[in-house]
């Protein structure tokens, strides 16, 4: 699902900003490492950088929106497709679930809004860190 991904993309980008050069992991990955994202070479220094990187641009436990308001604007007339799409990820993710009508599914109420967006921002932001580590210079 491609839904406002460019969006989420310039938040990462401003949190790249922000936060991403003050963070001395991410620093050696730009300095020392950037030529494993070039040749795809995904070994122990790209996956803990990308772990890194995620967890900190996307956390689960800190909302990137916080207010039902602009989380109900966010999600607009998606708001449907985008449930189904987390309800997928966390039944592909965490296993198949006993009730298919279950609303809430892990730790993501995916009826409360502000907790789909985020878990929505999380999902999204799986891809976008693995192609800014992949290119991270021209990204």
Known sequence: MDYRKEDIKHYFKDWVKAFGSHHIEIIKFLKEDKDISITNTKDNAWIDTYDIVH???FPINKRIIESPE???AFLGNETEKVREFVKEFEKERY?????????K???????????LV???FFIIGEDIVQDWMEDPINY
């Open 70 to 72: 602009a989380a109900k």
């Open 118 to 120: 985020n878990k929505y």
């Open 55 to 57: 967890q900190e641009a």
């Open 105 to 115: 599914i892990n730790e993501t109420n995916i009826l409360d809004d502000v907790e």
């Open 95 to 103: 296993g198949d679930l006993e009730d298919d009508n279950i609303w």
